[in-house]
């Protein structure tokens, strides 16, 4: 929000100050140093505070410095599986924290490499009592296909308001005729704790690729836009008919 460059990277962010670049490393639930940043997405609030998905002693951690570059607070993950965390795309500055999904792998296909079933949730972290807690996971789908973002580095999640959109590719019978991966898009809205209907927005060519990563975000009407299928073959593009909907 002040305009200055962050990166994550090794052993905590690096923040430009003036002339310099100044490293805060990451801290534990106790203070202690150590660790390393998982990714390279850096999330922001609209209090300046910033966020990094981090392995600390082992356990998977979302973790927050004040926008001073102070270390805030270390907060768990349970569970285990790939981690992706909400990041500003030009029009979703949080109100708090950045919502979180995990994708953790129940089943794989000897067969087809990039193919498996993966349980898709929803984490949403809120700043409480000086900290950072998460609530219950909110199951999204136990189909997902899986994230892959180790290129272009897609954002799964985009919010505006209470309503946090998620987009996912799911895994199909193999011996199943479909055009390609299929893409969903569901709405989780804070204030009512309910998760829409998934709404199928395209297809992804191939089918059961788990590098037909989808991408959304929002633009300063509210509107969404999703880009289905970007491994290597033509693409698809979407629009919401409706704002933030």
Same mark, same amino acid.
């Given at each position: %929000?002040?305009?200055?460059?962050?990166?994550?990277?090794?052993?905590?962010?690096?923040?430009?100050?003036?002339?310099?670049?100044?490293?805060?490393?990451?801290?534990? %639930?106790?203070?202690?140093?150590?660790?390393?940043?998982?990714?390279? =997405?850096?999330?922001?609030?609209?209090? +300046?505070?910033?966020?990094?998905?981090?392995?600390?002693?082992?356990? %998977?951690?979302?973790?927050?410095?004040?926008?001073?570059?102070?270390?805030?607070?270390?907060?768990?993950?349970?569970?285990?599986? $790939?981690?992706?965390?909400?990041?500003?795309?030009? $029009?979703?500055?949080? !109100?708090?924290?950045?919502?979180?999904?995990?994708?953790?792998?129940?089943?794989? #296909?000897? =067969?087809?490499?990039?193919?498996?079933?993966?349980?898709? &949730?929803?984490?949403?972290?809120?700043?409480?009592? +000086?900290?950072?807690?998460?609530?219950?996971?909110?199951?999204?789908?136990?189909?997902? /296909? +899986? /994230?892959? #973002?180790?290129?272009? /580095?897609?954002? !799964?999640?985009?919010?505006?308001?209470?309503?946090?959109?998620?987009?996912?590719?799911? !895994?199909?019978?193999?011996?199943?005729?479909?055009?390609?991966?299929?893409?969903?898009?569901?709405?989780? #809205?804070?204030?009512?704790?309910?998760?829409?209907?998934?709404?199928?927005?395209? &297809?992804?060519? %191939?089918?059961?690729?788990?590098?037909?990563?989808?991408? /959304?975000?929002?633009?300063?009407?509210?509107?969404?836009?999703?880009?289905?299928?970007?491994?290597?073959?033509?693409?698809?593009? !979407?629009?919401?008919?409706?704002?933030?909907?």
């Amino acid at each position: %929000p002040e305009n200055r460059p962050v990166v994550a990277g090794g052993s905590g962010l690096r923040v430009r100050r003036g002339a310099e670049w100044v490293e805060t490393a990451l801290r534990g %639930p106790e203070g202690t140093a150590g660790g390393s940043v998982r990714g390279t =997405k850096v999330a922001f609030d609209a209090d +300046g505070d910033a966020y990094c998905l981090a392995t600390l002693r082992g356990q %998977p951690t979302l973790v927050s410095w004040q926008r001073d570059g102070t270390p805030s607070t270390a907060c768990p993950i349970p569970g285990s599986g $790939h981690l992706d965390l909400e990041t500003f795309s030009g $029009h979703n500055l949080a !109100a708090g924290p950045p919502a979180l999904l995990r994708v953790t792998r129940t089943a794989s #296909d000897p =067969k087809l490499i990039w193919r498996s079933l993966n349980d898709v &949730h929803l984490l949403l972290p809120e700043k409480r009592d +000086g900290g950072v807690v998460l609530g219950e996971p909110v199951l999204v789908t136990n189909r997902g /296909i +899986g /994230i892959s #973002d180790h290129s272009g /580095i897609p954002s !799964a999640l985009v919010s505006s308001g209470s309503k946090v959109h998620v987009a996912w590719g799911e !895994a199909t019978d193999p011996q199943e005729s479909v055009p390609g991966v299929p893409t969903y898009v569901a709405t989780f #809205d804070r204030e009512t704790r309910t998760l829409s209907p998934p709404v199928l927005v395209g &297809h992804g060519p %191939p089918a059961n690729d788990v590098h037909n990563t989808p991408c /959304i975000t929002i633009d300063s009407k509210g509107y969404l836009h999703l880009l289905v299928g970007t491994h290597g073959r033509t693409f698809r593009y !979407a629009r919401s008919l409706q704002p933030n909907d």
